[in-house]
T-cell receptor, first 113, second 115 residues
Framework: GENVEQHPSTLSVQEGDSAVIKCTYSDSASNYFPWYKQELGKGPQLIIDIRSNVGEKKDQRIAVTLNKTAKHFSLHITETQPEDSAVYFC????????????FGTGTRLLVSP | SAVISQKPSRDICQRGTSLTIQCQVDSQVTMMFWYRQQPGQSLTLIATANQGSEATYESGFVIDKFPISRPNLTFSTLTVSNMSPEDSSIYLC????????????FGSGTRLTVV
């Protein structure tokens, strides 16, 4: 089955800096890679996702890149703000038909003013 | 995207008792999922609930411990039975969401503490 590894487990940056979180997956058949942000006491919120036919996707200050050959994908947050502080999870699944989302272990991002 | 209402938001329960968690969606969805998130950990899928059929459980989870109902396309319940302190977790409902951009949407979770 699919296995997703995520690094780092914690990441501390200064406000305005960039943050990068990396994930690797094991199943080459996976083709859908979402990223979730979870704030304290809340459920995970989808912030961006990417399909396997796309190498990069941007949405304002966040971007995701995918390298299918190497089976890894990354989340990039630019111009970080204190409200970006949260736990971020990557996940992988096959989009066609239902295949369960397999989550990474999470990254706690702390943005200091 | 779909809006999910999950109840209760938190509860403290005595060991040996059971708690039923409700998940209500504002649109009809085919696939509903229940996850467990142990303290400081990632999300683990408990089971998939399709309307009109038995839930499909992941390895390590059994129906006797986590019975699930899915009576219609907008509602599901998860019961945590015969609870022990090891069941203290956040339980999350999720749906495969085809409204707007495709994705999996999560409820706000039920924070369960078993004493």
């Amino acid at each position: 089955g699919e296995n997703v590894e995520q690094h780092p487990s914690t990441l501390s940056v200064q406000e305005g800096d960039s943050a990068v979180i990396k994930c690797t997956y094991s199943d080459s058949a996976s083709n859908y890679f979402p990223w979730y942000k979870q704030e304290l006491g809340k459920g995970p919120q989808l912030i961006i996702d990417i399909r396997s036919n796309v190498g990069e996707k941007k949405d304002q200050r966040i971007a995701v890149t995918l390298n299918k050959t190497a089976k890894h994908f990354s989340l990039h947050i630019t111009e970080t703000q204190p409200e970006d502080s949260a736990v971020y999870f990557c996940a992988a699944s096959m989009r066609t038909g239902f295949q369960k989302l397999v989550f990474g272990t999470g990254t706690r991002l702390l943005v200091s003013p | 995207s779909a809006v999910i209402s999950q109840k209760p938001s938190r509860d403290i329960c005595q060991r040996g008792t059971s708690l039923t968690i409700q998940c209500q969606v504002d649109s009809q969805v085919t696939m509903m999922f229940w996850y467990r998130q142990q303290p400081g950990q990632s999300l683990t899928l408990i089971a998939t609930a399709n309307q009109g059929s038995e839930a499909t459980y992941e390895s390590g989870f059994v129906i006797d411990k986590f019975p699930i109902s899915r009576p219609n396309l907008t509602f599901s319940t998860l019961t945590v039975s015969n609870m022990s302190p090891e069941d203290s977790s956040i339980y999350l409902c999720s749906v495969e969401d085809w409204t707007g951009n495709y994705g999996y949407t999560f409820g706000s979770g039920t924070r369960l503490t078993v004493v």
